[in-house]
């Protein structure tokens, strides 16, 4: 590890400084009984200083700064719901010959919030061709500048599963915008897309549930708006009914 000059000139100089004191203080009494006893309890006292410091206080601020991050961060995600995520959600449902599953308005999901774990088992059945492929090429076009923003912020890179998220929906973009002619594709290039979609989907729909318990727990309004539009309901409505 590379020490910086100032910093090896101010441990000198305080060790100097610190030195020059003790030597003052024994010329100045001629005890050095006494100063041996307060040498002891000012070096015993920096085991505690070190705990208070580095173990507590240190730790209070650094749990401080990732609760910050995490609100961040929470704030960006909510940001790519409601501008590409929950509609990408809707569009590849309709790819999902499962997606009856969860398929049963505003309330259907719930068992997905309550049971841990319950949508990382989820296993879609994409097929290209019981949807608007085009459709989803042109969304991708739309929403390509967007994309681009999100994958250049800084708080998403430190979040490593969301940042996988972003590739694959990225990935899959990239995959239609190059083809001139999604409508007509060999067998091989579709299940090649097939794949490319189902795991962009799959990481979708866990961070989707994620969100949503999130927002359940921290912001019953917002929650309250994402249920009703609840993507993979296709009668959802904003519409507040008894």
Same mark, same amino acid.
């Given at each position: ?20 004191? =003790? ?12 100063? /041996? ?36 961060l929470n704030m960006v995600i909510g940001a790519f719901f409601s501008e590409i995520g929950t509609e990408l959600l809707r569009r590849f449902s309709r790819f999902d010959k499962n997606s009856g599953q969860i398929r049963s308005g505003p309330d259907g999901f719930k068992d997905w919030l309550n049971a841990k774990g319950r949508c990382e088992t989820y296993q879609p059945a994409v097929n290209l061709r ?11 076009? +739309? ?14 890179? +430190? ?10 929906? /990225? ?6 915008? =190059?083809? +001139? ?25 866990? &961070?989707?549930?994620? #969100?949503?318990? #999130? ?5 019953? &309004? ?21």
């Amino acid at each position: 590890m590379k020490l910086d000059r100032w910093k090896i000139f101010w441990g000198a100089a305080l060790l100097l400084l610190s030195t020059g004191f =003790y030597v003052f203080h024994y010329l100045t009494f001629r005890d050095p009984h006494h100063l /041996f006893i307060f040498l002891v309890g000012d070096i015993a006292f920096v085991f505690i200083e070190v705990l208070i410091v580095t173990m507590i206080i240190h730790e209070l601020l650094d749990y401080r700064d990732r609760k910050a991050k995490l609100h961040r961060l929470n704030m960006v995600i909510g940001a790519f719901f409601s501008e590409i995520g929950t509609e990408l959600l809707r569009r590849f449902s309709r790819f999902d010959k499962n997606s009856g599953q969860i398929r049963s308005g505003p309330d259907g999901f719930k068992d997905w919030l309550n049971a841990k774990g319950r949508c990382e088992t989820y296993q879609p059945a994409v097929n290209l061709r019981q949807g608007d492929l085009k459709a989803l090429q042109d969304f991708f076009l +739309e929403k390509r500048a967007f994309m681009l923003v999100l994958i250049q912020n800084s708080n998403l890179l +430190e979040h490593d599963n969301f940042s996988d998220l972003l590739w694959a929906i /990225f990935h899959l973009g990239e995959e239609l915008l =190059y083809r +001139e002619d999604v409508e007509h594709m060999t067998d091989t290039d579709r299940r090649h897309l097939e794949v490319d979609m189902q795991r962009a989907y799959t990481a979708l729909i866990v &961070h989707w549930v994620n #969100h949503m318990r #999130h927002l359940k727990g921290a912001y019953p &309004h917002l929650f309250s708006l994402a249920a009703r539009m609840n993507p993979f309901d296709p009668n959802a409505s904003p519409v507040v009914k008894e």
